[in-house]
């Protein structure tokens, strides 16, 4: 609506604004941290390479591992948020303390889709949980004692444990006094 004028064949001017902002590189802090299962809750660190001038997200997920979800630990898939002016946020892990004698076991989890960010090579994180039980079975003869007859050649002796385990393992043995 111009006054004393008429427009002319331009009337519209479009101008880009460039962003000078630096787009961070998220990524874990560490590639592996551990600790024993009695140690709960448990933060993960990401880290950004600079300070995040847009809220920045990041999807994660536990991707492998040998620990068990609900047995073992608690983490869903989810998205981590860093708010503006930050450089940092962590996952949170619960780690489910049991009295089972176990070997230790690792949960795996893997950043995907940032927005305002990038992905820099520390995408993946093992987390590494260290039983701290300690196996109360104890291992014995069935009997206190046994005979067969001398021609028998091959003789099985019984020998049990006080528990079922759920590792594998062990026993030496010696034959230590008798008269044969």
Known sequence: SPVNATLGAQTS???TIQNDEII???QFSTPLSGGAESTTPVTIPVTLSATAAQIVTID?????GT????????LSAGTLTIPIGASTASIALTVINDTAFEPDETIVITLSNPTNATLGG???HTYAITNDDIEAAS???GTSNSSVSESTP??????QL????????????????GTA
């Open 13 to 15: 001017h479009t101008y």
């Open 24 to 26: 961070p590189v998220a």
């Open 60 to 64: 994660y997920a536990v991707t492998g």
């Open 67 to 74: 620990a068990t979800q609900g047995t073992d630990y608690t």
């Open 122 to 124: 520390g995408v993946t």
């Open 139 to 141: 291992v014995s003869f």
């Open 154 to 159: 091959t003789v099985s002796i019984a020998v």
């Open 162 to 177: 006080s528990q079922i385990l759920s590792i594998s393992g062990t026993v030496d043995y010696a034959v230590t006094g």
